[in-house]
């Protein structure tokens, strides 16, 4: 599987992104989509979760009411769109997929990575 994340950009607090993530390769195992973040200086973070089959959504709470995360299948890509973004929003962002019947969003359960795209708030 092939990720690869598009989208990132400077942008000024309060504004708006939305980041894509083209899936392919051998996708039809997986289950579970999700963005990470990593800031300079600071431990990742799991942004979002989706699982690609129901549709269910998991937020991580600095993000929930801004950012939502979705999916086209027929595309094979990944979205999150982000509003009402804050300077703490800044960091690389990173596609993640995974196979399991769980995915908890943690770094563990999820085997493919994107190389990541920088979103700058200021």
């Known amino acids: 599987v092939q990720l690869v994340e598009s989208g990132g950009g400077s942008v000024q607090a309060g504004g708006s992104l939305r980041l894509s993530c083209a899936a392919s390769g051998y996708t039809y195992n997986r289950n579970c989509m999700a963005w990470f973040r990593q800031a300079p200086g600071k431990e990742g973070e799991g942004v979002a979760r989706i699982y690609t089959g129901s549709g269910n959504t998991y937020y991580a709470d600095s993000v929930k009411g801004r950012f939502t995360i979705s999916k086209d299948n027929a595309k094979n890509t990944l979205y999150l769109q982000m509003n009402t973004l804050e300077p703490e929003d800044t960091a690389m962002y990173y596609c993640?997929?995974?196979?399991?019947?769980?995915?908890?969003?943690?770094?563990?359960?999820?085997?493919?990575w994107g190389q990541g795209t920088q979103v700058t708030v200021s």
């Open positions: 993640a997929a995974g196979f399991l019947s769980v995915c908890r969003l943690t770094t563990a359960d999820f085997a493919y």
